[in-house]
């Protein structure tokens, strides 16, 4: 039986690259031993280190005046070592919270800077929830960045224009980065935790424009400081080498499978099809306004909730697993990242319309 894997995180992976993954897992390029075991220094690791970051930056073509780096400790680190590299102590900084991630980076980043302000939030309107329109966000005058979260995990709820900010734009694109084309000049930094999108699990990318490097507070955890890991071309200490590997093997499977413009119109096709089947199912419902339903995660509930543990044992039986939704949030939830093929979608909306049907 295929399963069709819709976690939110740690996601799945495409098989092709686990398949190439547990080939060289004894014999990494004829060395009788695994990319694991050999050193971040040695030529062989720097050369596949810097063939991912040249990847990255042809998927989301990222201007040279951007640096990349690959670091430790997952999305939330950069919650915290975000105010601390990007704004000093004194600093005003505007943050939006659209759901439960971008509510956890604004009450971190309170530890840190002197003033947070909240410029927006989501909202209850008649067709769901709803991030308001900038014209309405209060930001801050000078502020040192305002961070928002493009794609809201837990809640389903993404925001779809690029905000169009005077101060530098800091975006957690934990689960939506590589998802469609971005226009990666309009922000100062983009982050993101890598076992959504990309590979492992407490491993991150941060891509940040090169002025924003200067560090604002000296007491910055080392590891954490960017300015450092650029300079030491993110091996300032030993990184995780397995995560980097797997990464640039996505990175390589991304680019076969056509780049960013491919995984954006399979992804549209996808979420448009399992929005269909919940809108017209008066058996499902999505409570998030459509200009701000995310394409990546798709919280949905039955209009029969006693009926939760029965769909997801019989979604199981036919190989469609880890639909639960939050613990926040409850009902279900499919998250559909890069490496979920359209089938897969097809194979839920599939069994959701059967499953209505014998419960209605
Ligand atoms: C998963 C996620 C995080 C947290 O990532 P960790 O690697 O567990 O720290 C942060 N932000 C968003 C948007 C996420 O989806």
Redesign the pocket.
Known sequence: MTIHNFS??PAMLPAAVLKKAQAELLDWQGRGVSVMEVSHRSPEYVAMAEEAEQNLRDLMAIPDNYAVLFMH?????HFSAVPQNIASADATVDYVTTGS?SQIAFDEAKKYVGKVNLAASAEDTAQGKAIPQFENWQLSEGAAYLHY?P???VDGIALHEIPDSKAPLVA?M??VILAEPLDVSKFGVIYA?A??NIGP??F?VVIIRKDLLETRQNRVCTVMNYQVQDAERSMYNTPNTWAWYLSGEVFKWLKAEGGVAAMGERNHAKARLLYECIDNNPFYQNQVHPRNRSIMNVPFQLAKPELDATFLKEAAEEGLVALKGHRFVGGMRASMYNAMPYEGTQALVDFMTRFAQRNR
């Open positions: 939110a995180g400790g997952g999305g939330r680190n991630w979260c794609n809201e995990t957690d934990s689960s935790g076992q959504k699990s407490g991150s």
